[in-house]
């Protein structure tokens, strides 16, 4: 059995136009100012409360309710209304196929909800690449490791034999902590060399680079 595990948003799919449009939205809803959109990348990958913890750490605990509602639901008008783009980066999906064909088994670990990967994933149509899935919903926010433990778990991989996939310190640290090889990618919302600091074993700059590191 190998498994490798990806995160989505900035891993598989460049979704931060949504996530800065929401989360504009929902500080706006409130009637607090928003964060910057270079503070709000630095959060991607965390479960929403969590997030909004660390980018309104001054805000009232039920104010920081309020926009995590206020962000759940401008995301969800976005969806609804065809204006969310959530475009996979160029030559993933190809990727990601010909993985599964040469038998590896893949999941997902990622801090969108249930909803909101799931829409992802038909959208594409790679809803039928992956084995198991698992999300801030069902499992508390990276950097711990219970989402890939379950990942793991679910499939009956081993940790030599699985590898995580990410564009955060917050995937690679989850990785970490599990015991797993942790491989980085640059195009998303952390640098390499922060990638390389919390033990990525390298960083991909390329798909074609990605795949090669996924099967050393």
Known sequence: MRLAVFDCDGTLSDGQAGVVNAMNAAFA????PAPHHSQVRRIVGLSLPQAIAHLAPDLPEDRQLDVVEAYK???????EDGSLRE???????EMLRRLHGEGWTLAVATGKSDRGLASTLAVHGLADL????????RHPSKPNPAMLQAAMAAVLAEPQATCM?????FDIEMAVAANVRAIGVSWGY???EELL????????DTIPELEKLVNE
């Open 87 to 93: 475009p996979l980066f160029e030559g993933m999906a």
């Open 190 to 192: 952390h640098e390499p």
């Open 130 to 137: 992956f084995a198991t899935t698992h999300t801030a919903d």
């Open 165 to 169: 996939i990410g564009d955060t310190v």
């Open 73 to 79: 639901a401008s995301f969800r008008r976005a969806r």
């Open 197 to 204: 600091a919390a033990g990525a074993v390298a960083v991909a």
């Open 29 to 32: 809803e409130i009637g607090a």
